[in-house]
């Protein structure tokens, strides 16, 4: 299995509080992806990256924020929480500059805003 | 804008069937297609990724085939097994040379196979 952490695992927050979702690789791949996955919408795009400080935004990037400072690295931030960023926050990494290389997901955080 | 569609939502097989699931997409202008398997609480494991010049791909009991020119793709199991029961989706890739920022997925199928 590919060595992605993420973490927390699961949060619970009140809206308007900010939040910060880490994921944290071994593998030293390149290229790292947050999405969203909620019931009936599949796994949306919120924000990738291509290499350290190189960030850009997904289809549902609104309300998020990114950053990462080292290749192994990747932070979500949801500057001010709402009830409808609650939802399961999955990681994903893949190495090459090709489309033909496969994801490798982490295990994913369950965050509830209240 | 691609869509992506997996029908059923849910399926029930007895042990030992061979069985299909289906994806299809509206825009066959694609560069690859993927199969990811989904446990419950877990993350999504890549089982097989098609190119757009490939017609199929295998890995043991799975075969994935792809129609490009259709907009579909089917994931046949051979032999289920209980351990196959999971939810499976399909993911098409159509935007980019570089990378996987471009992946529309599927809402997924779920799967039961009954002992």
């Known amino acids: 299995d590919a060595g992605i952490t993420q973490s927390p695992r699961h949060k619970v927050t009140e809206t308007g509080t900010p939040v910060t979702l880490r994921c944290h690789q071994t593998e030293n791949h390149r290229y790292m992806y947050w999405y969203r996955q909620d019931p009936g919408h599949g796994l949306r795009l919120i924000h990738y990256s291509y290499g350290v400080k190189d960030t850009d935004k997904g289809e549902v990037s609104d309300g998020y924020s990114v950053s990462r400072s080292k290749t192994e690295d990747f932070l979500l931030t949801l500057e001010s929480a709402t009830s409808s960023q609650t939802s399961v926050y999955f990681c994903?990494?893949?190495?090459?500059?090709?489309?033909?290389?496969?994801?490798?997901f982490g295990s994913g955080t369950q965050l509830s805003v209240l | 804008k691609q869509e992506v569609t997996q029908i059923p939502a849910a399926l029930s097989v007895p042990e030992g069937e061979n069985l299909v699931l289906n994806c299809s997409f509206t825009d066959s202008a694609i560069y690859n297609l993927q199969w990811f398997r989904q446990d419950p609480g877990k993350g999504l494991t890549s089982l097989l990724l098609i190119q757009s010049s490939q017609r199929e791909q295998t890995s043991g009991r799975l075969n994935a085939s792809l129609d490009k020119s259709s907009g579909r793709s089917t994931l046949y199991i051979a032999a289920s097994q209980p351990g196959d029961s999971a939810t499976y989706l399909c993911a098409v890739n159509d935007g980019s040379n570089f990378g996987n920022e471009k992946l529309t997925f599927g809402t997924g199928t779920r799967l039961t196979i009954i002992p």
């Open positions: 994903a990494i893949n190495g090459q500059a090709t489309t033909n290389e496969k994801l490798f």
